[in-house]
Nanobody
């Protein structure tokens, strides 16, 4: 089982940027597809972005396309989410997740991810 720890969250004004990082330990990250999900208070946890094991395949939810970029560095066992042009509706707790099942293509389904971090809070003020 891989352990995941997110960092980089914080408070930012609308239009600003943040870079979230996810550090993995316990297993080689290249065995996994990775994903970022988010959950706002009172809402379901939702897919944000995913990347396959070698970084060649990525996918995003429609509302973040063109603003967010997911990337990974398997030599450092890290995954990042660069967020730009942030909006108040991006406010949520952001979670990093790892999927063995979908290692080759990534996934937008929560149930495909077996390992999760504790989350990092992102708050965007208007």
């Amino acid at each position: 089982q891989v352990q995941l720890v997110e960092s980089g969250g914080g408070l930012v004004q609308a239009g600003g940027s943040l870079r979230l990082s996810c550090a993995a330990s316990g297993r080689n990250l290249e065995d996994y597809a990775m994903g970022w999900f988010r959950q706002a208070p009172g809402k379901e946890r939702e897919f944000v972005a995913t990347i396959n094991w070698n970084g060649y395949t990525t996918s995003y939810r429609d509302s973040v396309k063109g603003r967010f970029t997911i990337s990974r560095d398997n030599t450092k066992n890290t995954v990042n989410l660069q967020m730009t042009s942030l909006k108040p509706e991006d406010t949520a707790n952001y979670y990093c997740a790892a999927s063995l099942k979908s290692w080759d293509r990534g996934s937008s389904e929560r149930t495909d991810f077996g390992s999760w971090g504790q989350g990092t809070q992102v708050t965007v003020s208007s």
